[in-house]
């Protein structure tokens, strides 16, 4: 994990954010919603420009920031996105629209989980990225759930899998965490040793996990 002061040093550097943005950032620490590491969302959106995908599935929108990020960096892609929070879900709607970026971006609300069979005959061709950043005990049926609707040579990203750091510490206290923790250092493991991905782990933001399918020879 970057240390506090490389964090901001790097924030430094990053240009100017449009007024939108900066509002969606400022009601999500206020109203203490998780969106992505300013750090981390970067580095991703760097990633999603050498990527560029056609379409992206984003699992969890909170608030809509992260689709929105994506929309802005790649104005022809075509995102669709899951939140079953209705008050995140309404949010999310409000800034989407206040962003302009709605002919970019369909929100679904309901359950990830549940909603397999809908975004499979919502009639969407193969998406290029999966982005998951959703409750993370789910992580892996996330993963199993959604994979069979990515392109042949699919990405997907996962954020949150260090999780503050804590999936290196060897005594946590609090049972809840302790449990969530585990479910998570379970999830990179499995991920780390899934034999039809390439998977690597940035320590960047909360954490990424960028797995790339490998080709038949691979």
Known sequence: MLSAELKIYLESL????ESAIIEIEAYAKEHNVPIMDLVGIEAMLQLLRLIQPASI????TAIGYSAIRMAKALPDTKIVTIERDRERYDQAIHYINETKTSAQITVYFGDALELV??????GYNNFDVL????AKGQYQRFFNYYEMQLSNNGVIITDNVLFKGLVAEKELEIKRTRS??????????????????HTTILPIGD???ISKKRGVNQ
């Open 14 to 17: 990053i240009p100017n954010r």
């Open 57 to 60: 599935l984003e699992i969890g």
């Open 117 to 122: 069979d809908v975004i499979e005959n919502a």
């Open 131 to 134: 982005f998951i950043d959703a």
């Open 180 to 197: 969530l923790v585990n479910k998570i250092k379970a999830y990179n493991e499995w991920l780390m040793n899934n034999p039809n991905y």
């Open 207 to 209: 954490g990424i996990a």
